[in-house]
């Protein structure tokens, strides 16, 4: 190549070339070099271009000597104190030296070759910027590296990440999930989106204003006060296309390159609208392991993990707050959940749930724990737990679930018994777990509840030997059913001149060490575990048996018998099969029988009620409605159910006193009386009760002014002895 051809190159090249002195001065520059460095380039002292990339030239003459390989150099300008005046500071540039020789080959000259790389070294760090900033950190940490990564690429003051405060108000807002500003992580803040370029973001697509932003905008305040020039905003959107946010990056200066990391910003919203999906799922799933879906409550294993926290506090050496668990339970709740559906049942608990929530302290944990229990938590970190104030607590409760609830057109009526256990107690097992506390509690409701509902019961330790006795009494029942302890006794039905017209059946338990135990004792349990359902059958069958022995030996014996039939009992699908089965075994006629439902066997599933009483009836069964007055009567219920008799409650009897008047009873008296029922009166004590009775309209009686129960043998005589004073 002659020097001609070498000139036309040197002088039309893209690229900056230089030509070095063995001095280190320039003593040629083409075009492109004049361009970046300025005019006064060549012959310039003040540039030192081997001190530019870091090399002495002593350092680059040796290299060159003997070798004719390049030497390559990247350097970013801005970092170097010696700069000529026209230079771009802020550059990347990659240098190319290479030997010049003359003809005997010896270095004469350096040439220079420089190339402004910026734009791929830019390039490079977006992409590095962005990896980092989507990388597999998650959750807040996941945001804020994201507007901090973001910020840095665009080389800005400021970039966020907002939500719409509340989609379905009409007052759009903005709040910032995470915020970088000036390099570091600032305090989120909110904003409303009218007249702010967001307003055009939000939902549609990204807006680019690389300056004379606070023109464009001039009601945005924020804009003014941060100073803004330059804005650049994109979408956020879910995988349905739903918008959730806007992605910004906002600077005091013009935005550069914005068209080159557009798609950058983009990328980084659809990765925040991935997390941001993801973290709603993720708080989905802990809302469905830790809330209750009915109340939106704490459920049972939020409770546990609040009761393993305040343990684990003693564990990390502080001691451990004095506290006071509540067990709540609501009274008749599976009566009126039975009678009046599961709906019902349903809002009563949402209704309970949030009335705890609305009226009780902040400072209490509520939690439902399934089925018509909750618990509240009460915590004092400062002193001892005082018991007036966990009783003042209680007594709220009490009175927050006693008021009336309305359901529908329903006015219901339910109250609350509470358990309560106060933890750590010296009169507690020092390994307590989060089980025990809640057995304890669970204990203290049962006394609550035994002791007639509506009230408080504070655990202690006397309270685990009821329920060691209650537990004795059930394994008792077994084997009182295997060993024949249980006893059939009567209690007869009389008219006013105390002729025997009927008697009901009663059972007693003849325990072999504990004597007669008497049915309160021994029925509410058997109730709960399940064993009325053997009792139940146990006693139809021996009243029959009895009934069948009489009959035969043609002993006196009452013209009909009244035996209680439990709500288990009368669910069971086979219960009309199975007691026909019964009358017919021993020979004894339907129309001796009459058989003793509360309403809360009767309200469970009034269609299947219907058909089982018409089917009993038409066999010959007499019904009666036992305890009538106590539960939920329905006039209704009582118009369309098949019934023969009612029998008003002793707890009513106990309230007819000479010289008062009884309306409540002469009502139930008239209310049988319209419906052509018979009508009993259960509990007359006494030769008044009896004749006002009588002046009532009422005229079966049942109680210890005529006759005691007694064992079923001694009946027949009973009966004897009645019938010779008459």
């Known amino acids: 190549m002659n020097s001609n051809q070498w000139n036309q190159i040197f002088q039309h090249t893209p690229m900056g070339m230089l030509v070095l002195s063995l001095e280190g001065q320039v003593v040629h520059c083409n075009p492109s070099a004049t361009a970046f460095w300025g005019e006064q380039i060549c012959c310039q002292p003040e540039l030192d271009l081997p001190a530019i990339m870091e090399i002495s030239l002593s350092e680059l003459i040796n290299r060159f000597k003997d070798n004719d390989e390049p030497l390559i150099r990247t350097q970013q300008l801005k970092i170097l104190n010696r700069l000529p005046k026209a230079a771009n500071p802020s550059a990347w540039v990659r240098f190319t030296l290479s030997p010049i020789r003359d003809d005997a080959g010896l270095l004469t000259e350096i040439l220079v070759s420089q190339q402004d790389i910026s734009d791929?070294?830019?390039?490079?760090?977006?992409?590095?910027?962005?990896?980092?900033?989507?990388?597999?950190?998650?959750?807040?940490?996941?945001?804020?590296?994201?507007?901090?990564?973001?910020?840095?690429?665009?080389?800005?003051?400021?970039?966020?990440?907002?939500?719409?405060?509340?989609?379905?108000?009409?007052?759009?807002?903005?709040?910032?999930?995470?915020?970088s500003a000036n390099g570091t992580i600032a305090d989120n803040f909110s904003y409303a989106l009218k007249d702010t370029p967001?307003?055009?973001?939000?939902?549609?697509?990204?807006?680019?204003?690389?300056?004379?932003?606070?023109e464009l905008y001039p009601d945005d305040i924020l804009?003014?006060?941060?100073?803004?020039?330059?804005?650049?905003?994109?979408?956020?959107?879910?995988?349905?296309?739903?918008?959730?946010?806007?992605?910004?990056?906002?600077?005091?200066?013009?935005?550069?390159?914005?068209?080159?990391?557009?798609?950058?910003?983009?990328?980084?919203?659809?990765?925040?609208?991935?997390?941001?999906?993801?973290?709603?799922?993720?708080?989905?799933?802990?809302?469905?392991?830790?809330?209750?879906?009915?109340?939106?409550?704490?459920?049972?294993?939020?409770?546990?993990?609040?009761?393993?926290?305040?343990?684990?506090?003693?564990?990390?050496?502080?001691?451990?707050?004095?506290?006071?668990?509540?067990?709540?339970?609501?009274?008749?709740?599976?009566?009126?959940?039975?009678?009046?559906?599961?709906?019902?049942?349903?809002?009563?608990?949402?209704?309970?749930?949030?009335?705890?929530?609305?009226?009780?302290?902040?400072?209490?944990?509520i939690s439902r724990i399934g089925g018509d229990e909750f618990v509240v938590l009460q915590t004092n970190k400062?002193?001892?737990?005082?018991?007036?104030?966990?009783?003042?607590?209680?007594?709220?409760?009490?009175?927050?679930?006693?008021?009336?609830?309305?359901?529908g057109d329903r006015i219901i009526n339910i109250g609350a018994s509470i358990g309560v256990v106060l933890f750590p107690q010296t009169n507690l097992a020092d390994n307590y777990s989060e089980l025990d506390l809640m057995r304890y509690a669970d204990i203290a409701l049962y006394q609550a509840k035994s002791a007639g509902r509506e009230r408080c019961v504070i655990y202690s330790p006397e309270h685990q030997q009821e329920v060691n006795d209650r537990l004795e009494i059930e394994r008792g029942l077994r084997d009182a059913l295997q060993h024949d302890q249980l006893k059939i006794f009567m209690q007869p039905q009389v008219n006013p001149q105390g002729k025997a017209l009927g008697a009901e059946v009663l059972l007693r338990w003849e325990h072999p060490e504990k004597g007669m135990i008497p049915p309160f004792r021994f029925i509410p349990i058997a109730e709960e575990t399940g064993l009325i359902l053997r009792i139940g059958n146990w006693v139809l069958d021996k009243t029959l048996e009895m009934l069948s022995n009489w009959q035969q030996n043609d002993s006196p014996s009452p013209a009909v018998v009244s035996v209680n039939v439990s709500a288990w009992q009368f669910s069971q699908p086979d219960f009309v099969h199975q007691t026909r089965s019964l009358c017919a075994k021993w020979q004894i006629s339907p129309m001796?029988?009459?058989?003793?439902?509360?309403?809360?066997?009767?309200?469970?599933?009034?269609?299947?009620?219907?058909?089982?009483?018409?089917?009993?009836?038409?066999?010959?069964?007499?019904?009666?409605?036992?305890?009538?007055?106590?539960?939920?009567?329905?006039?209704?219920?009582?118009?369309?159910?098949?019934?023969?008799?009612?029998?008003?409650?002793?707890?009513?009897?106990?309230?007819?006193?000479?010289?008062?008047?009884?309306?409540?009873?002469?009502?139930?008296?008239?209310?049988?009386?319209?419906?052509?029922?018979?009508?009993?009166?259960?509990?007359?004590?006494?030769?008044?009760?009896?004749?006002?009775?009588?002046?009532?309209?009422?005229?079966?009686?049942?109680?210890?002014?005529?006759?005691?129960?007694?064992?079923?043998?001694?009946?027949?005589?009973?009966?004897?002895?009645?019938?010779?004073?008459?």
């Open 223 to 365: 804009l003014q006060e941060m100073q803004i020039e330059g804005y650049i905003g994109a979408p956020i959107f879910d995988p349905q296309g739903n918008p959730l946010g806007i992605m910004v990056v906002l600077d005091t200066k013009p935005l550069e390159r914005i068209e080159q990391v557009t798609s950058i910003l983009e990328i980084f919203a659809a990765r925040a609208g991935a997390e941001i999906q993801r973290l709603a799922a993720e708080e989905q799933i802990h809302r469905m392991a830790y809330e209750d879906y009915l109340t939106h409550l704490p459920n049972r294993a939020s409770l546990y993990q609040e009761l393993q926290s305040l343990k684990n506090s003693a564990k990390a050496g502080e001691p451990e707050p004095h506290s006071a668990l509540f067990m709540i339970d609501l009274d008749h709740f599976k009566t009126i959940n039975d009678a009046l559906g599961h709906d019902v049942g349903d809002e009563i608990i949402r209704k309970a749930g949030e009335r705890l929530r609305q009226k009780l302290p902040e400072e209490v944990f």
């Open 592 to 726: 001796r029988i009459v058989l003793e439902v509360t309403e809360t066997a009767l309200l469970r599933d009034i269609t299947e009620t219907r058909m089982k009483l018409e089917a009993l009836r038409q066999e010959g069964f007499r019904i009666s409605l036992d305890d009538f007055g106590t539960g939920y009567s329905s006039l209704a219920y009582l118009r369309d159910l098949p019934l023969d008799e009612l029998k008003i409650d002793k707890s009513f009897i106990d309230e007819v006193q000479p010289g008062s008047r009884q309306p409540l009873v002469e009502s139930m008296i008239a209310i049988g009386k319209h419906m052509k029922m018979d009508v009993v009166a259960e509990g007359v004590e006494t030769a008044d009760q009896a004749e006002q009775l009588e002046q009532m309209g009422c005229v079966i009686y049942q109680g210890y002014h005529f006759a005691r129960p007694m064992p079923a043998e001694e009946l027949p005589l009973w009966i004897e002895n009645q019938t010779s004073l008459a």
């Open 198 to 214: 967001c307003d055009n973001v939000y939902g549609q697509d990204t807006c680019a204003i690389c300056e004379g932003v606070q």
């Open 120 to 179: 791929e070294i830019y390039s490079r760090q977006v992409i590095e910027n962005t990896a980092q900033g989507v990388s597999a950190i998650s959750g807040q940490g996941f945001f804020e590296s994201l507007v901090t990564h973001l910020a840095r690429i665009f080389d800005a003051k400021y970039a966020f990440i907002g939500l719409l405060n509340d989609p379905d108000s009409a007052h759009r807002e903005i709040k910032t999930l995470a915020l």
């Open 382 to 407: 400062q002193a001892g737990t005082d018991t007036r104030e966990v009783e003042l607590l209680a007594e709220k409760i009490l009175y927050l679930l006693s008021q009336p609830f309305q359901i």
